[in-house]
Nanobody, 121 residues
Framework: QVQLVESGGGLVQAGGSLRLSCAVS????????MGWFRQAPGKEREFVAG????????YYGDSVKGRFTISGDNAKNTVYLQMHSLKPEDTAIYYC??????????????WGQGTQVTVSS
C-alpha cells in the first residue's frame, strides 16, 4: 500500500517562497517516479513537476518553469517542491503523486491528501 503524506503548505505573500515535502511509504523513490500536481477552485488538476525515480531528469509545467524545483532524497524516501517567486495564481491545493514506472511523467496511480498553498497579493 503506497502512502504519500504532504506537508509544508501555508500562507505566503506574493514573491515569497515555500517548500513542500512528500514522505513516501510503500514505494521507494529510488526506483519510481514522483510528481506534484495542483488544483485551484473551479479549475482542473494541473501538472506542476515530475522527477524520475532516484532523481536526475525533471519535468515542469510551463507556468512554473524557472520558479519551482522538484528534488528527492533517496535516504529519506521524500520528495520536495521548492517554490520561489510565488504568485497569487499559484494558490491551490498541491498533491504529491507516485507512479509504478520510473518516469516522472507517470502515469500516476497513488495520491496524497493534498496541502493548501495560498499566495496573497
Amino acid at each position: 500500500q503506497v502512502q504519500l503524506v504532504e506537508s509544508g503548505g501555508g500562507l505566503v505573500q506574493a514573491g515569497g517562497s515555500l517548500r513542500l515535502s512528500c514522505a513516501v511509504s510503500g514505494r521507494t523513490f529510488s526506483a519510481y517516479g514522483m510528481g506534484w500536481f495542483r488544483q485551484a477552485p473551479g479549475k482542473e488538476r494541473e501538472f506542476v513537476a515530475g522527477i524520475n525515480g532516484g532523481g536526475g531528469t525533471t519535468y515542469y509545467g510551463d507556468s512554473v518553469k524557472g520558479r519551482f524545483t522538484i528534488s528527492g532524497d533517496n535516504a529519506k524516501n521524500t520528495v520536495y517542491l521548492q517554490m520561489h517567486s510565488l504568485k497569487p495564481e499559484d494558490t491551490a491545493i498541491y498533491y504529491c503523486a507516485s507512479t509504478k514506472t520510473s518516469s516522472g511523467l507517470g502515469p500516476y496511480d497513488s495520491w496524497g491528501q493534498g496541502t493548501q498553498v495560498t499566495v496573497s497579493s
